[in-house]
């Protein structure tokens, strides 16, 4: 069985892009094919995995101008990542998306059929709640929402969880919630112990026990255009992503 996670933020900067690639390269390192949707039109995971954002077909033509999904899946340099990127285009789909009708369902029945060849497929959502990200939720089993450790980490999570609600009501009952992710964790100081703390107590069985801490290496990595598990796979970064990919694939 296939197992398709959207990781959903309207937050920006909460680590959305860096849970998407990483989790996707430990998952498929570990021997299980997996595929990387790109649904933000800032395609920073396209280009977090080397590939380059203007290249055709990419999610805008498959998603409007009925271009084959098989055809704009690329190989990435991760062995077992496949990636269907963000490109030209994308930004448009925002407006141009809601006017088709029955558009909150167009991705989920598009990869479908691919839900033969990939075990995991990992949709990393733009900072916003706009079409895309309701497309992606649609076309999820699982969400997946990184929490920036930082003052006002819980700003906004009502509001996605209630958009959650509403996507559980009326478009997609098997939507669940696989986990909440404290990432850009600095257990040094007071400020981050606070906030795990305070995360922890409000939601006690949603987050993840692993925590991603801060860490330069993964900062680094994107600009390689590889995750931090290859960029730099001993880094104290790495390996919390490694711990944090065998949590996802237990919780089911
Ligand atoms: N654990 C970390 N340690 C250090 N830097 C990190 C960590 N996680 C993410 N970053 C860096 O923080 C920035 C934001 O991360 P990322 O792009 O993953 O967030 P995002 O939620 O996808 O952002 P957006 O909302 O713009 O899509 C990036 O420059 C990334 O390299
Ligand atoms: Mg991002």
């Not at 197992?3 to 937050?11: C, D, G, L, S, W």
């Not at 395609?43 to 101008?65: E, F, K, S, W």
């Not at 958009?163 to 559980?168: A, F, G, I, N, S």
């Given at each position: ?242 711990e944090l990919a065998k949590e996802v694939a237990a919780r089911g």
């Amino acid at each position: 069985m296939s197992r398709v996670y959207a990781i959903a933020n309207q937050k920006g900067g909460v680590g959305k892009t860096t849970t998407a690639v990483n989790v996707g390269a430990c998952i498929a390192e570990a021997g299980y094919p997996t595929l990387l949707i790109d649904t933000d039109p800032q395609a920073n995971a396209t280009v977090g995995v080397g590939i380059d954002r203007t290249r055709q077909p990419g999610l805008y033509q498959v998603l409007l101008c009925d271009a084959p999904i098989e055809e704009a899946i690329v190989e990435t340099g991760v062995g077992g990542l496949s990636l269907l990127p963000a490109g030209p285009g994308l930004a448009g789909a925002t407006v141009e998306l809601p006017r088709l009708q029955g558009f909150e369902h167009r991705l989920r029945e598009l990869i479908a059929p691919l839900r033969q060849r990939f075990e995991y497929v990992l949709l990393d959502c733009p900072p916003s709640l706009g079409p895309l990200t309701v497309t992606a939720l649609v076309a999820a089993d699982r969400i997946i929402v990184p929490v920036q450790t930082e003052y006002f980490a819980l700003e906004g999570l009502a509001s996605l969880l209630e958009t959650l609600e509403k996507v559980q009501r009326q478009l997609n009952p098997r939507l669940t919630v696989a986990g909440m992710l404290l990432t850009m964790h600095d257990a040094r100081t007071r400020l981050g112990r606070d906030v795990e703390e305070e995360v922890r107590r409000h939601f006690p069985e949603l987050v993840f026990d692993t925590v991603i801490p801060r860490n330069v290496r993964i900062g680094e990595a994107p600009s390689h255009g590889l995750p931090v598990t290859h960029h730099d796979p001993h880094s104290a970064g790495a390996e919390a992503y490694f711990e944090l990919a065998k949590e996802v694939a237990a919780r089911g």
